[in-house]
């Protein structure tokens, strides 16, 4: 079956570090665009970052960008997400997601999230 799998979470201090990774499995990971999703209760569900099957396409929220990085490793089935400069408003559950498209709406495959605390 399909599994994504985050790990890296915790808790960090503002202007602090984290790298999130996911693992894939039970699908063809190099043909599916992948994506991290953050939320934090009382919000929606935001996209972070996206990076297409081949890792030539990336995109990010405007609020990230210079900050976070993205990248996947096709022969590992893994993708990244590396954030430096940390601030509270980062703090959320970032989820790891998977889609056949690029411009496709929304995922298909879910992780089950990993915790992001920024404080002091």
């Known amino acids: 079956q399909v599994q994504l799998v985050e790990s890296g979470g915790g808790l960090v201090q503002p202007g602090g570090s984290l790298r999130l990774s996911c693992a894939a499995s039970?699908?063809?990971?190099?043909?599916?665009?992948m994506s991290w999703y953050r939320q934090t209760p009382g919000k929606e569900r935001e996209l972070v970052a996206s990076?297409?099957?081949?890792?030539?396409?990336?995109n990010y929220v405007d609020s990230v960008k210079g900050r976070f990085t993205i990248s996947r490793d096709n022969a590992k089935n893994t993708v990244s997400l590396q954030m430096n400069n940390l601030k509270p408003e980062d703090t959320a559950v970032y989820y790891c997601?998977?889609?056949?498209?690029?411009?496709?709406?929304?995922?298909?495959?879910w992780g089950q999230g990993t915790q992001v605390t920024v404080s002091s």
């Open positions: 997601t998977a889609k056949m498209w690029w411009l496709q709406k929304s995922p298909d495959y």
């Open positions: 039970g699908f063809t990971f190099s043909s599916y665009t």
């Open positions: 990076i297409n099957s081949a890792g030539r396409l990336i």
